[in-house]
């Protein structure tokens, strides 16, 4: 069972534009018996006379825990619901027991002036991230909100990906007198989404910019099958090309991470370059060579290893991990490297051919890649 939260000397309050008024009898409770409420100016502001208000340092998060330390009574103010993008999140992450009475969130608001269920609305938030993440989200008939956008950048990335023809409306300053449609202090949009379907996974080989180093979509397919992705959980994408790999692992879930390393500068800028397009900006881009540079990151749930694999130490390197493997050879060394893995480890070893119908003269016939070995270990 989950252990719910209680009474804390932390108490976060969310507050919404409607201000003081729009409070429930338990936030001003929590507010009026605060030795200090703090917050931000445009929060503290809404606060009746005698409250004993402070507000944030700025920087915030590098002073936050400083701030805090050895003070009791503490309320501090949210805008809305603390733990959507907002402080709430930020002060749990960093270990403080908080207890949290939410108001209703900017998406509640903007939800509920649409008509959009929560069922079917996707929330997007790039505050303190990049645009880029909305890509991810982007499908036909999708119901997107956007948190933290600039309208002129949101417009950019539509049109980038052929979806100028969605609707978006700009929400402003909801729930307070100076709510409306159109771009204001603090915007949602709402976008109607339509443009071309892109799957998550399984994308086709020209979603990816790439020079032909690239794990083709059958093979990419037979690989994130045995990687087998599950929220929140991080994979290592060794020798990662054009990055098509880690990519697609990332758009499997939002909660899903990935570290690319490429030794090549050049597929480092075109991974980059790929994983904004496709929606996961957050992708972690190493550049340097395995094993030498796997020194140090963080463990991963996965590995992917689809290039130096006969570089000595590599295969060694991703197994002491303890991580599930899958890794790919073409040449006869690296087929060695993964039948010894094979025979002293176990796992899966297969051979995957792919043959694609192509015009033959005035017929059709079967045009062969190079056949893939792939090993893996689950
Ligand atoms: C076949 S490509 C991988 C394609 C990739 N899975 C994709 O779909 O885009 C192999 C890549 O591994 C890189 N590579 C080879 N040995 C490496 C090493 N020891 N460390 C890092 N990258 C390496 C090469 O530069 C090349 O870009």
Not at 36 to 43: D, E, K, L, M, N
Request: overall charge negative; aromatic content about 4%.
């Amino acid at each position: 069972m989950t252990e719910v939260r209680e009474k804390s000397p932390l108490t976060v309050v969310g507050i919404g534009a409607d201000g003081w008024s729009g409070l429930s009898a338990q936030a001003r409770e929590a507010v009026l018996r605060a030795d200090v409420v703090v917050g931000a100016p445009r929060q503290l502001a809404y606060l009746p006379a005698g409250v004993k208000a402070e507000p944030w340092p700025s920087p915030l998060l590098p002073a936050l825990d400083d701030f805090l330390a050895g003070r009791s009574g503490v309320c501090v103010l949210a805008s809305g619901d603390p733990l959507l993008s907002g402080i709430g999140t930020t002060l749990i992450q960093r270990g403080h027991d908080v207890e949290v009475l939410p108001a209703l969130s900017s998406v509640t608001l903007a939800r509920a002036r649409l008509g959009w269920s929560a069922e079917e609305t996707e929330v997007v938030t790039v505050v303190g991230r990049a645009i880029g993440r909305v890509n991810r989200a982007l499908a036909p008939g999708r119901k997107i909100l956007v948190l933290g956008a600039n309208a002129e950048d949101l417009l950019d990335l539509l049109k980038a990906r052929r979806y100028e023809k969605s609707r978006v409306t700009a929400l402003s300053d909801l729930g307070g007198p100076e709510e409306r449609i159109g771009p204001g202090t603090l915007t949602v949009f709402a976008i109607d989404a339509d443009g071309p379907a892109l799957p998550l996974t399984g994308l086709p080989d020209d979603a990816f910019e790439h020079d032909g180093q690239l794990t083709k979509r059958d093979l990419r397919a037979s690989a994130l099958a045995r990687l087998a992705p599950s929220p929140g959980e991080l994979l290592w994408d060794v020798g990662a090309g054009a990055g098509s790999v880690g990519i697609e692992w990332s758009r499997v879930h939002p909660l899903n991470r990935a570290i690319a390393l490429e030794r090549s500068p050049e597929r480092v800028a075109r991974i980059t370059r790929n994983a904004h397009a496709l929606g996961v900006p957050e992708l972690d881009v190493v550049i340097g060579a395995a094993p030498d540079a796997l020194e140090g990151l963080t463990r991963p749930h996965a590995i992917f290893i689809g290039g130096g694999l006969t570089v000595p130490g590599v295969l060694d390197a991703c197994l002491a991990t303890g991580a599930r493997i899958v890794a790919h050879g073409v040449t006869l060394e690296s087929e060695q490297a993964l039948a010894r893995a094979y025979t002293e480890h176990g796992g899966e070893l297969i051979r995957v051919g792919v043959e694609q119908a192509a015009p033959l003269g005035g017929f059709t016939g079967w045009t062969p890649a190079r056949a893939v070995t792939q090993w893996s270990m689950p």
